[in-house]
């Protein structure tokens, strides 16, 4: 039971940090141009409290699409518990050159693209990204 409470709350910090987040930076004229976020990725590492987290151990998928239109959907799931419900979280997204904000109704949060990942954090977690 101890185990599963960890993992639950592990999912629900990985989804949260999305609407706990918040500001962005930068100044579109002193940025670089960079690639396009736009396309399907999926959480590949994170951090809560110190302690790293690897998704693929702990039996969580989660993935965002960015669309082209400017909507986002986060989708996560768990092959621990066979009857864990998928759980998803849609909102809109901007990028300004490595930066990234990503809205929903919980907030805004800021990520950065730097060399094909896109991390997004704050003081006690982070979650990154790969392109899938």
Do not use: H, Y
């Not at 639950?8 to 999305?18: C, D, E, F, H, T």
């Not at 930068?26 to 990725?41: F, L, M, R, T, Y």
């Not at 998928?61 to 864990?84: C, Q, R, W, Y």
């Not at 809109?92 to 800021?110: L, Y």
Request: net charge negative; charged share 25%.
């Amino acid at each position: 039971m101890k185990k599963t409470n960890k993992v639950i709350a592990v999912l629900a910090a990985m989804i949260m940090v999305l609407a706990l987040m918040a500001g962005c930076g930068g100044n579109a004229a002193d940025e670089p141009k960079v690639e396009s976020i736009v396309g399907k990725w999926s959480v590949v590492s994170g951090e809560l409290q110190g302690e790293e987290l690897d998704p693929k151990t702990l039996g969580l998928a989660i993935t965002m699409e960015f669309k082209d239109d400017g909507s986002v959907n986060l989708v996560s799931t768990s092959s621990m518990f066979p009857d864990a419900v998928e759980q998803n979280l849609s909102g809109t997204w901007t990028q300004n050159g490595d930066n990234v904000t990503v809205t929903t109704n919980g907030g805004d949060a800021s990520g950065k693209l730097e060399d094909g990942k896109l991390t997004f954090s704050d003081d006690n977690r982070s979650m990154v990204l790969e392109r899938e």
